[in-house]
């Protein structure tokens, strides 16, 4: 017999509400449920996975236990503590509201979807996560775990990146929400997207609304939710400069607080042009950041690493300063430092592991014959 449309959404509310309380994973962040733990932990947790998150969490909350006191610490210390996690506009943004929130709202969050999304790193999804968690407010959340899962279930057949199809899904989401069960509905979503209905190879056997799932009935789970196919990943050639003077200290920049990893520390230099040298591209790079003539010598280190939209071969050379002195023209500030100060600062994964060469034998000495 065919279900009705409130039928099979009090189907889906009574099955899946049930597993979420028999099922839940045991987190940190539901052991002691305020908003600033929850808005924390969705921060967090932004295109990151749990297991991922659950240390810096962890380290996050005895560093900064309250609202008040991740707003009065410096941003430096924040992103220290947030190196590695990625994203760092997260924490930028994190520290932002913070600020916002303490300085502002006497240290109380908006209880509000829709007053949450005014404070900064807080779109329409996490607001929701936020309000319906920590306030209880009858509001959809709408993440790539939660599409999965309606795309699925409902067997929605178009491209769900579209923006279409996109408010769509938020109707259908908004639709679903089973007033005064919010919490343990969209974090049931979420939870069975993450372990049950997973991309590649969903659980069907073990999914508790399986019965109503129209792509499982169909026979079409692995080809839903539709996505368009990734463009090619680009990739660039990009340089770095180690700078050393006699005294053995090493010269790093940091990078402008609103552009891609802003705020980090960095050993100086930039992306290659068509037809440069690697070295041609440094001392331009070089020139054009601080506003110094360097003389290339050895390359020390070569990385390799991916981010979300593109690849990067980081090569990084050890100079020397032959004229001028650094200004802060193309970054946010710059100091020297020996290398065990180096800890102090917040640098990308790449510069870290220019670090570890370093610190592993790496030579700054110089081959000007290469």
């Given at each position: 017999?065919t279900?009705?449309a409130?039928e099979?959404?009090?189907?889906l509310h ?7 309380r028999a099922a839940?994973?045991d ?5 002691d ?5 929850v ?9 990151t ?6 240390p810096y969490?962890e ?9 008040g006191?991740l707003a ?8 220290k503590?947030?190196?590695?996690l ?9 520290h ?17 979807a829709?007053?949450?999304q ?10 929701g996560?936020?309000?319906s968690?920590?306030?209880g ?8 775990n939660v599409?999965?899962?309606l795309?699925r ?6 491209d769900v990146t579209?923006?279409?199809t ?12 089973p007033?005064?069960?919010?919490a343990?509905w969209n974090?049931g979503?979420?939870e069975?997207?993450r ?5 590649r190879?969903p ?6 609304i ?10 079409v789970?692995?080809?839903?939710p539709?996505?368009r196919?990734?463009a090619k990943?680009?990739?660039y050639d ?5 700078i050393s ?8 920049a940091?990078?402008?607080l609103?552009?891609?990893?802003g705020?980090?520390w ?9 037809g440069?040298t690697l070295?041609?591209?440094l ?6 950041e601080l506003?110094?003539?360097i ?9 390799r ?6 690849r ?6 050890a100079c020397?300063i032959?004229r001028g002195?650094?200004q ?9 430092a020996?290398?065990?100060?180096l800890?102090r600062?917040?640098f ?5 592991q220019i670090?570890?060469?370093l610190?592993n034998?790496?030579q700054?000495?110089f081959?000007w014959?290469?």
């Amino acid at each position: 017999m065919t279900m009705s449309a409130s039928e099979k959404a009090t189907f889906l509310h009574t099955q899946l509400i049930d597993w979420f309380r028999a099922a839940q994973a045991d987190l940190p962040w539901r052991r002691d449920r305020t908003p600033y733990r929850v808005w924390l932990s969705e921060i967090m947790l932004q295109q990151t996975q749990v297991a991922t998150v659950i240390p810096y969490y962890e380290r996050f909350l005895e560093k900064f236990p309250t609202v008040g006191a991740l707003a009065a610490a410096p941003l430096d210390d924040v992103l220290k503590l947030w190196e590695g996690l990625g994203y760092y506009s997260r924490a930028r943004n994190l520290h932002r509201a913070a600020q916002i929130v303490a300085g502002n709202l006497n240290g109380r969050f908006p209880e509000t979807a829709s007053e949450l999304q005014k404070l900064p790193g807080i779109g329409r999804y996490t607001a929701g996560a936020i309000a319906s968690l920590a306030f209880g407010e009858d509001v959809p959340v709408l993440d790539g775990n939660v599409i999965r899962v309606l795309a699925r279930v409902y067997n929605v057949e178009e491209d769900v990146t579209r923006s279409a199809t996109q408010r769509s899904l938020w109707g259908l989401a908004t639709n679903l929400v089973p007033a005064g069960y919010v919490a343990d509905w969209n974090e049931g979503l979420m939870e069975l997207g993450r372990r049950i209905c997973v991309p590649r190879d969903p659980l069907c056997a073990e999914c508790p609304i399986a019965e109503r799932c129209e792509a499982y009935r169909l026979g079409v789970q692995h080809e839903r939710p539709v996505k368009r196919p990734r463009a090619k990943t680009p990739h660039y050639d990009v340089t770095a400069a180690v700078i050393s003077r006699a005294d053995g200290q090493v010269l790093i920049a940091q990078r402008p607080l609103d552009g891609m990893l802003g705020g980090l520390w960095e050993f100086p230099g930039g992306k290659r042009e068509p037809g440069e040298t690697l070295r041609d591209c440094l001392a331009r790079e070089i020139r054009e950041e601080l506003d110094i003539e360097i003389r290339v010598g050895s390359q020390i280190a070569t990385v390799r690493h991916g981010y979300t939209h593109f690849r990067i071969t980081l090569y990084a050379f050890a100079c020397e300063i032959v004229r001028g002195e650094p200004q802060a023209i193309g970054c946010a500030a710059w100091t020297w430092a020996a290398l065990d100060e180096l800890d102090r600062y917040a640098f990308p994964v790449t510069d870290q592991q220019i670090i570890a060469q370093l610190r592993n034998g790496g030579q700054l000495g110089f081959d000007w014959d290469v």
